[in-house]
């Protein structure tokens, strides 16, 4: 089972990605499964940001941390 990346890893990943896809070296074929892993990518970032998002904790009037709720 491969490990969860990080969210500064998943960029430096999709960087990689990036650079590959500029690349006239690569095929429409090659492109297609680079996009692919890109879009695989950008999903796990915006599942660590909500993960984080759920965790954020918000002052209340009387001055006690209380979770952040979803509206």
């Known amino acids: 089972m491969e490990k969860e990346l990080t969210m500064e890893q ?7 990605l990036i650079e590959k896809l500029e ?15 890109g879009m695989e990518h950008l999903k796990h970032c915006n599942d660590l940001m909500n993960q984080v998002e759920k965790k954020v904790q ?8 209380e979770e952040f709720e979803e509206v």
Do not use: C, I, R, V
């Open 10 to 16: 998943t960029f430096q990943e999709m960087e990689a």
């Open 58 to 65: 918000m002052l209340n009037a009387q001055g006690d941390l």
């Open 23 to 37: 690349s006239k070296e690569t095929t429409l074929e090659d492109s297609f499964l680079l996009y692919k892993q």
